[in-house]
């Protein structure tokens, strides 16, 4: 694993100092090919926790360069659409293809109280501003929503709770209009996947969050090549 670690280091410090500069729509069709999807894969599993991997439709080919650039500036307004929204925080990711995806992360302070999967006032809102003007406005992206807890307490309380607040989430965004053939995954992760320090308070919060992710459908990509063609 550090062996694998090292070389996507590596590769990944090619990628950054090649596309230096450039927007979702460049880095897609740099990486937007075979090796960039293996690249991504890689990537997604040692930096996004083991989730940024698994996501993304199953093409069975090597998606094209230029469908990549186009995906990626999708990508890039879906990102500013999802920026704009109250309590989420946006960034890049890439999927199993290579291509770029969306993960926004609500707070799990901000979605529930302590314990439980009911969402909070604030989160409704902030939940039906994500599906109104994110959402319903790419209906052509697929959806995948993941729970994560600290690592606090045992597992038969982490993994149900986590579970039941990534479903809680899709529930309600599907009350609000997003249809249910978008979200492709529900899944709680417990606290397999921390992307901070759980030996510590401000960690542990970090940890406890709802992740959703934005990534190009089977559809969207048929789209995109046969725009090259």
């Known amino acids: 694993m550090k062996a694998l670690k090292f070389i996507c280091i590596a590769l ?7 596309g ?25 599993a040692i930096f996004g926790g083991g989730t940024g ?10 998606v094209g360069a230029g469908a990549g650039a186009l995906i990626g500036n999708r990508m890039d307004k879906a990102k500013k659409q999802a920026e704009a929204v109250q309590n989420a925080q946006v960034e890049s990711t890439t999927d199993k293809n290579g291509l770029q995806a ?8 901000i979605l529930f109280a302590t314990g439980k999967t009911n969402l909070t006032t604030s989160a409704q ?21 993941y729970g994560h807890t600290d690592n606090t307490g045992s597992d038969a309380v982490n993994n149900p709770l986590s579970s039941n607040r990534a479903g809680a989430v899709q529930s309600y965004l ?7 053939s978008q979200i492709k995954e529900v899944r709680g992760f417990g ?16 940890n406890r969050r709802v992740e959703i992710y934005l990534y190009a459908s089977q559809q969207m990509i048929q789209a995109a090549e046969a725009q090259q063609n």
């Open 20 to 44: 230096c500069g450039m927007s979702n729509t460049g880095k897609g069709a740099l990486i937007g090919t075979g090796g960039g999807a293996a690249l991504g894969a890689a990537v997604g």
């Open 125 to 145: 809102a902030s939940l039906a501003e994500f599906a109104a003007n994110v959402l319903n406005q790419n209906k052509d992206m697929d959806v995948a929503i």
């Open 12 to 18: 990944c410090a090619v990628l950054l100092t090649t």
């Open 174 to 180: 599907l009350g609000k209009g997003v249809a249910a």
């Open 191 to 206: 606290s397999t996947s921390p992307v901070a320090d759980n030996s510590t308070e401000a960690g542990r919060q970090q």
């Open 102 to 109: 969306v993960k926004v992360t609500f707070d799990g302070g």
């Open 53 to 62: 991997a698994a996501i993304g439709a199953g093409v069975g080919a090597a």
